[in-house]
């Protein structure tokens, strides 16, 4: 496939909107693997969700 560099795809971020009784969370959530520690922190602290219940979470 020719000698240059690999082309390299850019997805944009998924921006995810949660309609709540008194508040709306907005998340934007990238599109990319792996995702850096310090990105899943915003992450969560976006959505307001601590790293013990994530895990809850992800364990059932």
Do not use: F
């Amino acid at each position: 496939m020719g000698g240059g560099p690999a082309a390299r795809r850019s997805y944009p971020p998924a921006r995810l909107h949660k309609h709540l009784p008194d508040t709306t969370l907005k998340l934007t959530v990238p599109a990319h693997t792996p995702v850096k520690r310090s990105t899943l922190s915003h992450i969560l602290k976006q959505a307001d969700i601590s790293v013990e219940k994530l895990n809850t979470l992800l364990s059932d």
